[in-house]
């Protein structure tokens, strides 16, 4: 059979490329060993430290050391061996030609071997001068390292030296310090007993004549012309009057003195009473001065506070502006966005809300209780979630991730279990009760929370005992129903999803940040400002109509800006009202749908989960950013 010559040079064609493909794997193969060969190991650690390996890759992969294996069972359908298709071989055309070669025509041996003599001696040569100079390198690596660790030691034993004279200096400096303070006391002793004695000095210079003004001012010195009267003209008068008018003078001069007495007496005390109150007044009128200086001080201060206070909150709000919502880009489609809770652990962009998806499905609950006054049990509220996220939910997860990863690894070896929080509807039933028993306890929680926080303070947010736990237990038994719907165990996968995530304790929120649906501000209505043509009927006055309130704005488009929460000095917490809003009207047109609930108002429903939305972000808020500034963005 002869081989056309296309078909020859094909088949030597795919010999040459196979052979090129093997020098290139023996070639790759050597470059690993030789770079293998090079590696200069680690050096030992200092005293008192050690080498731990870390994963530095961008995303943590658990590894397990046997992977989830599954058994299936097919049967292929048996079918006869095709034939082997026959060689096909083009017809030949033309004319066959001869022609005759003689030897050394076409190749000579000597002339053509030099060039690859060349090459092969060459490559051995550039071979052997790459092995030697890569000796060579680790030779000088080795006497690097020697030198380095010759050098470390040596610093280090100067840095012992320099803190032992440290620490020699701040022992003098402790022992300086003491001793001037020793001195500063004394000269404080010394200064004090000599302002002292000056004051006292100062003090009694004048007390002899302070003594006599005050003994005088307060009648301790009688007037002369007084005394002679009562001591020299009382007497006299009162011996010649003895004896004609003896007891109606005594008692006439008795009256006149009781009266001048009284009278002085009066006197005396009206002047003290008035001293005592010019100094009480002076006493207060200080008081008031001083306070209303400290006040003013204390304004003046506030102010400076409150402006500098005011300068920061502009300053954050202008980097929360340039760095997180400017960077923030747009995504189609609002009921299609993954709902997740607000605080700034994600560094991913996402659509927050107070508790994620679950925590808005818990307020539709609140809010359906009020509305129909009636109390969910335990198998009503677990039906309600499988039909909604079995035949409504647009969200594409619906995923409670607040577990943390580290106790949920130590529950796993403490109970020497094996299995994936997001396929436990293939675990065994004994595993379930201890993972739901597992996921009940709030201690296994990630601390902060805005679930976490809703679950401890349930009384504050006005929400009635265990209601939480039944909402749990609720999510927990549709994930991990036998009963699947359509979809089976990938529907599960894709839509319900427990998780779990590394708790950082460090907290690093700044603000809070509210993309708020735009409000329209309607324009008033014109004043009418034309002229009556003919005289008109008094009409009776009418009530001034209130001017148009401002308004959400109704026509929004179905888009949602996706905020990254995470920088890397700083965090912020993230609401979307206008996701929430569309999960609201949502859910509160399904559940019309469902049997029972025919005949809800459904208005009356959005107004009561609106409200309580409202309060329970107020009060989320308030406990865990209560000194946090808000920051309103109107975008849509």
């Not at 001048?260 to 009206?270: A, F, T, Y």
């Not at 300068?311 to 189609?332: C, D, F, G, H, N």
């Not at 996921?439 to 504050?460: C, K, M, Q, Y």
């Amino acid at each position: 059979m002869v081989v056309p010559a296309s078909t020859q040079q094909e088949i030597e064609r795919q010999q040459e490329l196979e052979r090129k493909h093997r020098v290139r794997m023996e070639k790759r193969e050597n470059l690993v060993a030789q770079e293998a060969e090079r590696e200069v190991s680690t050096p030992e650690p200092v005293e008192g430290r050690k080498h731990y390996s870390a994963q530095t890759e961008a995303y943590i992969e658990t590894l397990t050391e046997k992977p989830v294996e599954y058994e299936k069972e097919i049967q292929t359908d048996f079918y006869i061996d095709r034939p082997p298709t026959p060689l096909f071989l083009p017809r030949k055309e033309g004319e066959d030609v001869e022609t005759q070669v003689e030897d050394g025509e076409l190749f000579d041996f000597d002339l053509e071997v030099d060039p690859i003599l060349e090459v092969l001696v060459g490559k051995v040569i550039e071979q052997g001068r790459m092995e030697v100079l890569e000796e060579e390198e680790l030779r000088a690596m080795r006497d690097h390292q020697r030198f380095f660790e010759q050098k470390r030691n040596a610093e280090l034993m100067e840095v012992q030296r320099l803190e032992a004279e440290e620490q020699r200096r701040k022992e003098e400096a402790e022992r300086r310090k003491l001793q001037a303070r020793a001195r500063r006391e004394q000269r404080n002793q010394a200064h004090k007993k000599y302002i002292a004695r000056i004051i006292s000095k100062r003090y009694l210079q004048h007390i002899g004549r302070n003594t006599i003004e005050l003994l005088n001012s307060e009648g301790s010195y009688k007037d002369p012309r007084e005394t002679n009267f009562h001591q020299e003209l009382l007497p006299w008068l009162y011996k010649q009057a003895q004896a004609q008018q003896r007891d109606s003078l005594l008692q006439l001069i008795e009256e006149l003195f009781k009266k001048g007495v009284n009278s002085l007496l009066s006197e005396h005390k009206n002047s003290v009473d008035k001293e005592y109150q010019r100094r009480e007044d002076q006493r207060q009128e200080a008081i008031k001065h001083q306070q209303q200086e400290e006040k003013r001080k204390q304004d003046r201060v506030q102010a400076r506070i409150d402006r500098q206070k005011r300068r920061e909150i502009e300053a954050l709000r202008e980097r929360v502006r340039q760095e997180i919502i400017e960077k923030s880009e747009k995504a189609e489609g609002i009921s299609r966005q993954e709902l997740s809770d607000i605080d700034g652990r994600n560094n991913v962009p996402i659509v927050g809300t107070p508790g994620g998806i679950l925590g808005e499905f818990l307020c539709f609950i609140v809010s359906l209780e009020e509305v129909t006054g009636k109390q969910l049990t335990q198998e009503q509220l677990t039906q309600l979630l499988h039909d909604y996220v079995n035949k409504t939910m647009r969200v594409p997860k619906f995923k409670v991730d607040v577990l943390q990863e580290e106790k949920v690894e130590t529950f796993k070896q403490e109970n020497q279990l094996e299995f994936a929080l997001n396929e436990l509807f293939s675990a065994m039933p004994t595993t379930l009760e201890q993972v739901n028993s597992f996921i009940l306890d709030r201690e296994n929680w990630v601390p902060g929370t805005s679930l976490g926080v809703i679950w401890e303070h349930f009384a504050e947010f006005n929400l009635r005992e265990n209601l939480f736990e039944q909402l749990l237990q609720a999510f927990f038994t549709v994930s991990t129903s036998k009963q699947l719907p359509e979809g089976g165990l990938n529907y599960i996968k894709e839509k319900l999803e427990i998780g779990a995530k590394n708790w950082t304790p460090d907290r690093k929120e700044a603000a809070v940040v509210r993309i708020r649906i735009p409000i329209v501000y309607p324009e008033p209505p014109p004043e009418n400002t034309e002229e009556p043509k003919e005289p008109q009927e008094p009409q009776e006055p009418q009530e001034p109509q209130e001017p148009p309130q401002p308004y959400e704005k109704e026509d929004l488009e179905d888009q949602v800006l996706m905020v990254n929460p995470t920088r890397e000095e700083f965090s912020v917490f993230v609401i979307h009202q206008a996701p929430q809003k569309y999960f609201r009207n949502e859910i509160c047109n399904w559940v019309k749908t469902v049997k029972g609930y025919n005949d809800l108002d459904v208005e009356a429903l959005k107004e009561t989960m609106k409200a309580k939305g409202s309060q329970i972000e107020e009060k989320l808020l308030e406990i865990i950013a209560n000194d946090l500034p808000v920051f309103d963005f109107e975008i849509n």
